[in-house]
């Protein structure tokens, strides 16, 4: 991105382009991590509701085995409140990853911005220099063409001819 007539070019601000970089993708990385986590708890806590739900409830039996099937509906029903507990702390976990991937991003695009204003500064610059020189060579050429003054440039010629004792 450096370009050669810019003295040092952009190069720190390159660096810091290459950080943003790498922290954006860091943190889109934390962002589907943390997407796919959520997924899954989903569907835990899906599939254990469908367990609680399909959990036939206690028909006939004796004291014992109806404690037993109370408490293993107990179990499924605090199984089905903690993962769902998970799953609404993973999705707090997306929303602020996908904070920060914002962030990082936008940070990115601010250096790529910055990087290309300044190249399109230089550019500028350069095509007023290179429109001013061939405006300057125009002049001369013009000058020396439609009348007898000579330029700078033409008198060093002309002098230097003068000296080999050459005047062709």
């Known amino acids: 991105m450096s370009t050669p007539d810019a003295p040092g070019g952009d190069r720190g601000l390159e660096a810091v382009l290459r950080v943003r970089t790498v922290r954006e993708r860091d943190s889109r990385i934390g962002l589907q991590r943390a997407m796919l986590l959520t997924r899954q708890r989903e569907l835990d806590t899906e599939q254990a509701r469908a367990r609680l739900d399909a959990a036939a409830g206690f028909e006939q039996g004796s004291a014992a085995a109806f404690l037993a ?100």
Do not use: F, K, Y
């Open 69 to 168: 099937d109370r408490g293993a509906s107990a179990a499924l029903a605090h199984a089905v409140v903690r993962l769902t507990t998970l799953t609404t702390a993973s999705m707090a976990n997306v929303t602020a990853a996908e904070r920060r991937w914002r962030l990082d991003r936008s940070r990115r695009r601010a250096v790529e911005l910055i990087l290309q204003r300044r190249a399109e500064r230089r550019d500028a610059e350069r095509e007023r220099r290179r429109t001013a020189e061939l405006d300057d060579l125009a002049t001369q050429q013009w000058l020396r063409g439609n009348t007898g003054v000579s330029t700078p440039a033409s008198n060093g010629a002309a002098s230097n001819r003068a000296d080999t004792g050459d005047n062709a």
